[in-house]
T-cell receptor, first 112, second 114 residues
Framework: NAGVTQTPKFQVLKTGQSMTLQCAQD?????MSWYRQDPGMGLRLIHY???????DQGEVPNGYNVSRSTTEDFPLRLLSAAPSQTSVYFC???????????FGSGTRLTVV | AQSVAQPEDQVNVAEGNPLTVKCTYS??????LFWYVQYPNRGLQFLLK??????LVKGSYGFEAEFNKSQTSFHLKKPSALVSDSALYFC????????????FGDGTTLTVKP
């Protein structure tokens, strides 16, 4: 099993550019989530989904969009990149019964 | 609202000594509690969880955690630390109705010295 696959691993954007971070899981997990990790601030939830067609906002949703058309895929879209979005982004999935996450390897995003 | 506090930014222990990484939480209803570990430049790995049952939970790599409802704590422990345990540790919580919305602490850096 590949688990949770995130692409790309690294990305540099200019302010105002848009892009999509890809996330796919092959474990048939119901739940998927996007977090960002900043130094000294732990992980903060951006958006999450409890099933295909269902998404909701987390703690820091502004500037990001998500969709979940299939169980496997949960892409994160940056609409107009800002330097404040420089961070490491993690996608995670979990089974509905237990809630423990399997994380992807992360995307390190720099906005200049 | 749910929250997690990890009161120590850094914990230093000598190899072979017991270690404790502290976590307290706040949540409505019965908590789902988790510990994750992050090695340098890597993603997070699941260590253990408490959902219900025995208050002492055993997980990967010899780690265990004790759920204390009255103190709203879920401290991570290991009887004998290894240098390879050096990493960043995160505690997380979610409430029974907050599916998919775990809240993480700020993390504790554990350093085990030879």
């Amino acid at each position: 099993n590949a688990g949770v696959t995130q692409t790309p691993k690294f990305q540099v954007l200019k302010t105002g550019q848009s892009m999509t971070l890809q996330c796919a899981q092959d474990m048939n997990h119901e739940y998927m989530s996007w977090y960002r990790q900043d130094p000294g601030m732990g992980l903060r939830l951006i958006h999450y989904s409890v099933g295909a067609g269902i998404t909701d906002q987390g703690e820091v949703p502004n500037g990001y969009n998500v969709s979940r058309s299939t169980t496997e895929d949960f892409p994160l879209r940056l609409l107009s990149a800002a330097p404040s979005q420089t961070s490491v982004y993690f996608c995670a999935s979990s089974p509905a019964t237990t809630g423990d996450y399997t994380f992807g390897s992360g995307t390190r995003l720099t906005v200049v | 609202a749910q929250s997690v506090a990890q009161p120590e930014d850094q914990v230093n222990v000598a190899e072979g000594n017991p270690l404790t990484v502290k976590c307290t939480y706040s949540v409505s209803g019965n908590p789902y509690l988790f510990w994750y570990v992050q090695y340098p430049n890597r993603g997070l790995q699941f260590l253990l969880k408490y959902i219900t049952g025995d208050n002492l939970v055993k997980g990967s790599y010899g780690f265990e955690a004790e759920f204390n409802k009255s103190q709203t704590s879920f401290h991570l422990k290991k009887p004998s630390a290894l240098v390879s345990d050096s990493a960043l540790y995160f505690c997380a919580v979610r409430g029974p109705t907050n599916a998919g919305k775990s809240t993480f602490g700020d993390g504790t850096t554990l350093t085990v010295k030879p």
